[in-house]
């Protein structure tokens, strides 16, 4: 049984995950997916680290999944824990030393949200998260998701230098969707290629697959349990 760590985006919580859960519990898997602190402005990425780390115990078999905001926490956890595979989905790909802050101007995000924004209308720079975050998910989803918005991450996770040396030395793979309007599929591609050296896999969705598309997103996480069967 592969133990999957869920690690949720900026201003989310574990409830993100919930449908991807279902669908993985339901291949004989285990899914932990905790709420990393909210209204704590001390906390630091290492602080969120623990927290998955508290909540995956001493499982043996780990798949650590970090969605957006979540792929600067996601390698903490994969470094300080034995993991068969760490996957980010439409994840935030850090080098060492760099703050959170650091990584939209340093990866030319703006850029590339404004090239996509004159080829769709403006969509990808609206700042109505129904069009830009919520705009595949189904009405209800999105409006439940909007009501848990929390306030994650903290200024200290947010200012302060990613902590790690090198990406941990675990298989990684890289889901981005291919509708995403916070960050653009082509900008992706590039900082895959650039920062882990892989190509990315895609998924016919918008930045919140959890929610809009959770069956294909398990599908393609299960794999990755396949995967560390095989290594191991």
Partial sequence: MTT?????????????????????RSRGH?????????????????DYADVVL???????DLVVVGQSFGGFTAPLVAARQPSSALVLVAGMVPLPGEAPQAWWDATGHQAAVQAQAAADGGLS????????????????LAAAALRRTRAHPSTAAYVRPWP???????????????RDRLL??????????????????????GHCPALG??????ALLASSAMIGSESS
């Fill in 184 to 205: 653009p599929a082509a900008f992706l591609r590039r900082v895959v290629r650039e920062r882990l050296g892989i190509t990315a896999e895609e998924l016919d969705g």
């Fill in 30 to 46: 285990r899914t932990v997916a905790p709420d990393l602190p909210a209204d704590d402005d001390g906390a630091t990425l290492t």
């Fill in 54 to 60: 508290e909540a995956v115990g001493d499982a043996d």
């Fill in 164 to 178: 790690l040396d090198a990406w941990p030395d675990v298989p990684t793979r890289f889901v981005l969707g291919t």
């Fill in 4 to 24: 999957f760590a869920l690690i949720h985006g900026a201003g989310d919580g574990g409830w993100y995950w919930h449908l991807v859960e279902a669908e993985l």
């Fill in 213 to 218: 598309h959770p069956q294909q997103l398990a």
């Fill in 125 to 140: 720079s609206s700042d109505d998260p129904l069009i830009r975050y919520y705009h595949d998910v189904p009405p209800t």
